[in-house]
């Protein structure tokens, strides 16, 4: 079994950044990619970023890219994101996932384990 613990959320100004962490544990931890994924109210859980465990590639969703950065730590069996220039529409529950070789990195589906989600909200 895999657990998964994200903290780091909380609420910041618009333009301000929050940096989320996302700890792994279990003897079975070994993930082909990680990823982040956010929900608002009232709204589908959307991908935000992934990394490769492995060879560390990333992939950013358009609304993100430039603004967020994922990176890891393999020895620490954790995972970050680096959210700069926040914007009020980035208010979301934050999750991060683990999923193995098969499925697409984009799709929450394809994720077997899940944290509880932290909760971010960016005020105008």
């Known amino acids: 079994q895999v657990q998964l613990v994200e903290s780091g959320g909380g609420l910041v100004q618009a333009g301000g950044s929050l940096n989320l962490s996302c700890a792994a544990s279990g003897r079975t931890f070994s993930p082909y990619r990680m990823g982040w994924f956010r929900q608002a109210p009232g709204k589908e859980r959307e991908f935000v970023a992934a990394?490769?465990?492995?060879?560390?590639?990333?992939f950013y969703a358009d609304s993100v890219k430039g603004r967020f950065t994922v990176s890891r730590d393999n020895a620490k069996n954790t995972v970050y994101l680096q959210m700069n220039s926040l914007k009020p529409e980035d208010t979301a529950v934050y999750y991060c996932?683990?999923?193995?070789?098969?499925?697409?990195?984009?799709?929450?589906?394809?994720?077997?384990?899940w944290g509880q989600g932290t909760q971010v909200t960016v005020s105008s």
């Open positions: 990394i490769s465990w492995i060879g560390g590639n990333t």
């Open positions: 996932a683990s999923k193995p070789p098969r499925g697409l990195y984009y799709e929450s589906a394809a994720f077997n384990y």
